[in-house]
Protein backbone atom coordinates (compact mmCIF):
# COMPACT_ATOMS: atom_id res chain seq x y z
CA UNK A 1 0.00 0.00 0.00
CA UNK A 2 2.71 2.63 0.81
CA UNK A 3 4.67 1.89 -2.74
CA UNK A 4 1.52 2.11 -4.57
CA UNK A 5 0.61 5.58 -2.09
CA UNK A 6 4.25 7.09 -2.57
CA UNK A 7 3.73 6.19 -6.55
CA UNK A 8 1.09 8.20 -7.45
CA UNK A 9 1.46 11.68 -5.46
CA UNK A 10 4.39 13.86 -4.70
CA UNK A 11 4.89 14.29 -1.24
CA UNK A 12 4.28 18.04 0.48
CA UNK A 13 5.60 18.66 3.99
CA UNK A 14 3.02 19.45 6.87
CA UNK A 15 4.76 19.85 9.55
CA UNK A 16 7.17 18.64 12.26
CA UNK A 17 6.73 17.04 15.60
CA UNK A 18 9.50 15.65 18.00
CA UNK A 19 8.97 12.13 17.29
CA UNK A 20 7.23 12.36 13.88
CA UNK A 21 7.90 13.94 10.46
CA UNK A 22 4.18 14.53 8.06
CA UNK A 23 4.04 14.33 4.97
CA UNK A 24 1.05 15.34 2.55
CA UNK A 25 0.40 12.20 -0.42
CA UNK A 26 -2.46 13.54 -2.00
CA UNK A 27 -5.76 12.31 0.20
CA UNK A 28 -3.30 10.93 2.64
CA UNK A 29 -0.43 11.91 5.34
CA UNK A 30 2.45 9.68 5.83
CA UNK A 31 4.06 10.59 9.18
CA UNK A 32 7.28 9.10 9.30
CA UNK A 33 9.02 7.75 12.56
CA UNK A 34 12.01 10.27 13.92
CA UNK A 35 12.13 8.36 16.89
CA UNK A 36 11.23 4.93 18.35
CA UNK A 37 8.61 6.83 20.57
CA UNK A 38 6.51 8.40 17.08
CA UNK A 39 6.18 4.24 16.54
CA UNK A 40 4.89 3.48 20.00
CA UNK A 41 2.60 6.71 19.61
CA UNK A 42 1.12 5.56 16.25
CA UNK A 43 0.81 1.93 17.76
CA UNK A 44 -1.14 3.56 20.59
CA UNK A 45 -3.41 6.06 18.30
CA UNK A 46 -4.24 2.76 16.23
CA UNK A 47 -5.15 0.87 19.47
CA UNK A 48 -7.09 3.65 20.88
CA UNK A 49 -9.02 4.30 17.68
CA UNK A 50 -10.43 0.64 17.45
CA UNK A 51 -11.65 1.12 21.01
CA UNK A 52 -13.67 5.00 19.70
CA UNK A 53 -14.64 2.82 16.98
CA UNK A 54 -15.99 0.68 19.39
CA UNK A 55 -18.11 3.05 21.15
CA UNK A 56 -18.79 4.94 18.01
CA UNK A 57 -16.95 7.89 18.69
CA UNK A 58 -15.18 7.42 16.08
CA UNK A 59 -16.48 10.25 13.61
CA UNK A 60 -14.35 13.05 14.16
CA UNK A 61 -11.31 11.24 15.06
CA UNK A 62 -8.70 10.47 12.30
CA UNK A 63 -7.79 6.52 11.64
CA UNK A 64 -5.08 4.71 11.21
CA UNK A 65 -5.30 3.09 7.90
CA UNK A 66 -1.55 1.66 8.19
CA UNK A 67 1.38 1.17 10.39
CA UNK A 68 4.66 -0.37 10.13
CA UNK A 69 8.70 0.21 11.62
CA UNK A 70 8.87 3.02 9.80
CA UNK A 71 5.55 5.00 9.03
CA UNK A 72 1.87 5.52 9.82
CA UNK A 73 -1.06 6.27 7.36
CA UNK A 74 -3.99 8.63 8.03
CA UNK A 75 -6.41 10.32 5.44
CA UNK A 76 -5.72 13.77 5.02
CA UNK A 77 -7.89 16.74 6.73
CA UNK A 78 -7.37 20.34 6.00
CA UNK A 79 -5.60 22.73 8.77
CA UNK A 80 -7.55 24.73 10.72
CA UNK A 81 -7.08 27.92 9.94
CA UNK A 82 -4.77 30.25 12.73
CA UNK A 83 -2.68 32.80 12.58
CA UNK A 84 0.10 31.72 14.13
CA UNK A 85 0.78 29.02 16.62
CA UNK A 86 -1.32 27.03 18.51
CA UNK A 87 -4.38 28.64 20.49
CA UNK A 88 -7.15 27.12 23.01
CA UNK A 89 -10.39 25.96 21.23
CA UNK A 90 -13.41 26.48 22.96
CA UNK A 91 -14.77 22.62 23.07
CA UNK A 92 -18.35 23.79 24.87
CA UNK A 93 -19.09 26.60 22.29
CA UNK A 94 -17.22 26.53 18.97
CA UNK A 95 -19.39 25.34 16.09
CA UNK A 96 -16.82 23.02 14.79
CA UNK A 97 -16.85 20.98 17.83
CA UNK A 98 -19.11 18.17 17.53
CA UNK A 99 -21.08 16.53 20.17
CA UNK A 100 -19.46 13.02 19.17
CA UNK A 101 -15.94 15.00 19.35
CA UNK A 102 -16.92 15.95 22.89
CA UNK A 103 -17.44 12.36 23.97
CA UNK A 104 -14.12 11.10 22.22
CA UNK A 105 -12.57 13.77 24.05
CA UNK A 106 -14.02 12.65 27.44
CA UNK A 107 -13.32 8.67 26.20
CA UNK A 108 -9.57 9.46 25.40
CA UNK A 109 -8.88 11.60 28.67
CA UNK A 110 -10.21 8.95 30.77
CA UNK A 111 -9.45 5.94 29.11
CA UNK A 112 -6.42 6.47 27.50
CA UNK A 113 -4.77 8.92 29.47
CA UNK A 114 -4.11 11.02 26.08
CA UNK A 115 -2.40 14.48 26.56
CA UNK A 116 -2.23 17.02 23.82
CA UNK A 117 -5.70 16.51 22.45
CA UNK A 118 -6.89 19.84 23.85
CA UNK A 119 -3.91 21.48 22.28
CA UNK A 120 -5.44 23.02 18.41
CA UNK A 121 -2.32 22.18 16.60
CA UNK A 122 -3.66 18.62 16.77
CA UNK A 123 -6.58 19.09 14.66
CA UNK A 124 -7.89 19.46 11.27
CA UNK A 125 -10.91 20.32 9.27
CA UNK A 126 -13.01 17.44 7.81
CA UNK A 127 -15.30 18.47 4.74
CA UNK A 128 -18.13 19.80 6.54
CA UNK A 129 -15.99 22.49 8.26
CA UNK A 130 -15.82 20.15 11.94
CA UNK A 131 -12.94 19.69 13.72
CA UNK A 132 -11.10 16.31 13.66
CA UNK A 133 -8.29 15.18 15.76
CA UNK A 134 -5.19 14.07 14.15
CA UNK A 135 -3.05 13.08 16.64
CA UNK A 136 -3.74 11.81 19.99
CA UNK A 137 -1.19 8.76 20.50
CA UNK A 138 0.66 10.76 23.89
CA UNK A 139 -0.34 9.11 27.28
CA UNK A 140 0.28 10.69 30.22
CA UNK A 141 2.89 7.71 31.06
CA UNK A 142 4.60 7.88 27.95
CA UNK A 143 4.97 11.82 28.35
CA UNK A 144 6.28 11.74 31.78
CA UNK A 145 8.47 8.59 31.62
CA UNK A 146 9.64 8.79 28.08
CA UNK A 147 9.27 11.84 26.09
CA UNK A 148 10.20 14.27 28.91
CA UNK A 149 12.67 12.71 30.15
CA UNK A 150 14.25 12.83 26.55
CA UNK A 151 13.69 16.13 25.92
CA UNK A 152 14.97 17.48 29.52
CA UNK A 153 18.59 15.16 27.94
CA UNK A 154 18.25 17.16 24.64
CA UNK A 155 17.48 13.85 22.68
CA UNK A 156 14.08 15.14 21.52
CA UNK A 157 12.90 19.03 20.75
CA UNK A 158 11.07 20.76 22.58
CA UNK A 159 9.24 23.59 20.77
CA UNK A 160 9.27 26.99 21.53
CA UNK A 161 8.06 30.10 19.99
CA UNK A 162 10.78 32.45 19.01
CA UNK A 163 12.23 34.78 16.41
CA UNK A 164 14.52 32.45 13.61
CA UNK A 165 17.64 33.98 13.77
CA UNK A 166 17.72 33.21 9.75
CA UNK A 167 15.05 34.21 8.52
CA UNK A 168 13.93 36.67 11.04
CA UNK A 169 10.13 35.85 11.50
CA UNK A 170 8.89 34.79 14.55
CA UNK A 171 7.82 30.88 14.65
CA UNK A 172 7.55 27.96 16.72
CA UNK A 173 11.22 26.92 16.89
CA UNK A 174 12.56 23.35 17.90
CA UNK A 175 15.35 23.22 21.09
CA UNK A 176 17.04 20.34 21.62
CA UNK A 177 17.74 20.60 25.44
CA UNK A 178 18.26 23.89 27.79
CA UNK A 179 21.69 24.49 26.04
CA UNK A 180 20.43 24.67 22.44
CA UNK A 181 21.76 27.98 20.89
CA UNK A 182 20.74 27.35 17.39
CA UNK A 183 17.50 29.08 16.92
CA UNK A 184 16.80 28.63 13.59
CA UNK A 185 13.47 27.18 12.26
CA UNK A 186 12.52 24.10 10.20
CA UNK A 187 12.30 25.91 6.53
CA UNK A 188 15.66 27.52 7.37
CA UNK A 189 17.21 24.13 8.02
CA UNK A 190 16.96 22.88 11.31
CA UNK A 191 15.44 19.71 12.46
Same mark, same amino acid.
Given at each position: ????????????????????? *??????? =?? +? @? /????????? !? #?????????????????????????????? *??????? =?? +? @? /????????? !? #??????????????????????????????????????????????????????????????????????????????????????????????????
Amino acid at each position: MLQQLTKKSSSQFIGLGSTRK *VDRHGQF =VI +K @T /FLHELGKKQ !S #DYETKAYAALYEQGLHENVAPILYVDDEVC *VQPYFRP =VP +K @T /FGTYSIDFE !S #DPRVTDNLRQAIVFLKETYQCVDIFDSSNYALNNKGKLVLIDYGMSYEMYVNEWAPLAKQGILPQMKVGTCESCGIEKELRLYGAGDEDRRCVTCGKL
